[in-house]
Each structure stands twice: as C-alpha cells, then as structure tokens.
C-alpha cells in the first residue's frame, strides 16, 4: 500500500482479555518496527524485524507481549492478559531496508484503552 | 551506541515567533539526522532529514534544521509559528548499525503556540 495501515485505530478491552494489533507495512519494506507511546511520553521501542532474520525482542516489556511477522509483511503485536498500564498508542512503522538512513515510515498507531 | 537529548521537553511560544528545538546527539561518526513531527492523535511525519553535505537542511512545512558537528547539535528551526505547528517534535540519529540500533529517537519536545 501507499502508507504503513494499523488497525484498529482505537481499542477498548477489559483487564485480563488478549488484543491484537495488526500492522500491515509498505510494500517492499523489509525492515518493521513496533513502539509504544504512553500519554506524553516519548517512543518505547519494543521489537523490529528486518527480513528473514531473527527478530529483535529486547524492547517487549513482559511475556505477556509477543510479536510476529508473516511472510516477510504484515505483522501482528499481541498482548495477553492486558493490565492498565498497557493502555497506551502502539505505533508500526516500516523502512526500506536494513540502513538506518532509510527513511522510517510510521502508522497512524493504534489507541489501546484497557478499562 | 549512540543517543538523543532533546533538553526541552515542553516549549510555548506565540504564533508569528521565531522557533529552534534543541537536539544533541552522541555518535562515534557521521550520523544519519531526522526530525520528526507527530499531530495529536497521528502517526510520526517526516519533517527533514541530514546525511551529508550542506549542513543546513530545508524540510516541509517551512522548517530548517543545521548540522554542526562540533556541537553535535541538529536543531530545528522555522522563523514564524503557526498554530498548526504545535506538535510533538522529535529527533532521531540513524547509524550504520543494522537491526534496532539503527535508529534511535530523542524522548520528544512538545510545542505549544499561543495566539
């Protein structure tokens, strides 16, 4: 697609439920990213993938998150068993490459209320 | 590895003045420097972006930023505010790194324009 789509845009779940955050990244962009942006704070890295190669999961806060990445595009964020302190903008974002000179390109995010 | 200061964290300033966000970063060679702007409720926009060259470096939305290696700033200018700018700005140092240390962004700096 043109831009980097996340969906939902805005989630409300009860405490204890699973959610899903589907990220769906450019097309031809190996490199993927997933931050987390709580109420006036700055980006929380939390995984990236780039290719084939093992994704880098030192940023996800518990066990409680995990991410995954089919077929080298779409990739999906998920929590388990949420806590309010989950509740935050979870922002993809996507790069043409490995190269940190690439160009990053972001979602809208995905606002995540947990009541 | 390398690292982003951005020192303010909140900075108000009236429509028609004059601008600059501060941004200092540590890196052991010559980085790859991005702005990026984030409106309430969206995803991160590219503003500008240095990777060689002239050191003063025009962006969207009538922004400047200027290199100066001896300072290992990249400040973000613009001469006259408009309301529409108030934003959330951040800053971001790429480097050669693959993976996650590819980029790294400052903690954000949050603009306020009074009418």
């Known amino acids: 697609g043109a831009g980097v789509s996340q969906s939902p845009s805005n989630k409300v779940t009860e405490k204890g439920k699973d959610v899903e955050l589907r990220c769906d990244p450019i097309?031809?962009?190996?490199?993927l990213y997933w931050y987390r942006q709580s109420l006036g704070q700055g980006l929380e890295f939390l995984i990236y993938?780039?290719?084939?190669?093992?994704?880098?999961k030192s940023g996800l806060p518990s066990d409680r998150f995990s991410a995954e990445r089919t077929g080298g595009s779409v990739s999906t964020l998920t929590i388990q068993r949420t806590q309010q302190e989950d509740s935050a903008v979870y922002l993809c974002?996507?790069?043409?490459?490995?190269?940190?000179?690439?160009?990053?390109?972001f979602g809208a995010g995905s606002r995540l209320t947990v009541l | 590895a390398q690292s982003v200061t951005q020192p303010d964290i909140h900075i108000t300033v009236s429509e028609g003045a004059s601008l600059e966000l501060r941004c200092n970063y540590s890196?052991?060679?010559?980085?790859?420097l991005f702005w990026y702007v984030q409106s309430p409720g969206q995803g991160l926009q590219l503003l500008l972006k240095?990777?060689?060259?002239?050191?003063l470096v025009q962006g969207i939305k009538g922004f400047e930023a200027e290199f100066k290696r001896s300072q290992s700033s990249f400040n973000l200018r613009k001469p006259s505010v408009h309301w529409s700018d108030a934003a959330e700005y951040f800053c971001?140092?790429?480097?050669?790194?693959?993976?996650?240390?590819?980029?790294?962004f400052g903690s954000g700096t949050r603009l306020q324009v009074q009418p």
């Open positions: 971001a140092v790429g480097a050669f790194d693959t993976g996650r240390r590819a980029l790294t």
């Open positions: 890196y052991g060679a010559t980085p790859y």
């Open positions: 993938f780039q290719g084939n190669s093992a994704p880098d």
């Open positions: 097309s031809g962009h190996t490199a």
């Open positions: 240095y990777f060689s060259g002239d050191t």
């Open positions: 974002a996507s790069r043409f490459g490995p190269s940190g000179a690439n160009v990053l390109t």
